[in-house]
């Protein structure tokens, strides 16, 4: 019995670690759009057998990150404006109420360690893109982790890795105005004023979506 729990146990561990790596490989576009997924390769790239690799593409399948091509073949999947403008609805709608519940119950502590963070990223004279998606992970993070709600959060983290290739690479445009917004969201949630959290984080997703609606239209 203890030797099939560790085997399930590991498997499971290498299916996530498999679907870890490959899911940071779509977004960092090491693996381009419409880039063929074959079991095999990855197997063999990550040094593991091709279950926890089978595994890991049917959860990205699951999760809208991959397609089958001609209804076998998995390939990356390419994000219409459609279905990011539509994610950006509903992280607007799942992170605006985040923001309210989470006012005043982010640690003062953090906040302020954040706060240094994002200005140190603006007095870069280039930043960092990994930086960059860092600081703003921890704070999106910590506003949904203090929100109370677990299921929020998980939604929550699941919608920004789908928006998470629109960073500062694909609109540089955004990195000080963004930032610039998160500072005032960090006030709103240290002075405890949940309608304004609220509004200053649908404004800044708002913003995402605009700039990212112009980048589509610019093509």
């Known amino acids: 019995m203890n030797d099939k729990y560790s085997s399930d146990e590991n498997e499971r561990n290498l299916s996530r670690r498999a679907y870890d790596t490959i899911l940071q490989m779509i977004i960092n576009r090491e693996l381009p759009i419409n880039s063929v997924l074959q079991e095999r390769k990855l197997a063999e790239l990550l040094d593991i ?6 595994n890991a593409l049917t959860r990205l399948e699951n999760e809208g990150f991959i397609a089958r091509n001609g209804g076998r073949t998995p390939v990356v999947k390419e994000f219409s404006i459609q279905e990011l403008v539509e994610t950006l609805h509903i ?7 985040a923001a309210r519940l989470a006012a005043g119950r982010v640690p003062p502590a953090m906040l302020d360690e954040i706060e240094t963070q994002i200005n140190a990223l603006l007095a870069q004279e280039i930043p960092d893109p990994n930086e960059d998606w860092a600081v703003d992970t921890r704070l999106h993070d910590a506003i949904a982790h203090y929100s109370g709600n677990r299921l929020l959060k998980e939604y929550i983290q699941a ?17 000080a105005i963004g930032h610039n917004e998160h500072l005032q969201i960090i006030a709103a949630l240290r002075e405890n004023q949940p309608a304004e959290a609220q509004r200053l984080l649908v404004v800044h997703i708002d913003n995402v979506r605009e700039s990212i609606i112009k980048r589509f239209s610019s093509f």
């Open 91 to 97: 992280r607007r709608t799942l992170e605006g109420e």
């Open 49 to 54: 057998s091709r279950t926890p690799v089978r």
């Open 159 to 175: 919608l920004r890795l789908k928006t998470r290739m629109f960073n500062l690479r694909q609109v540089p445009e955004r990195f």
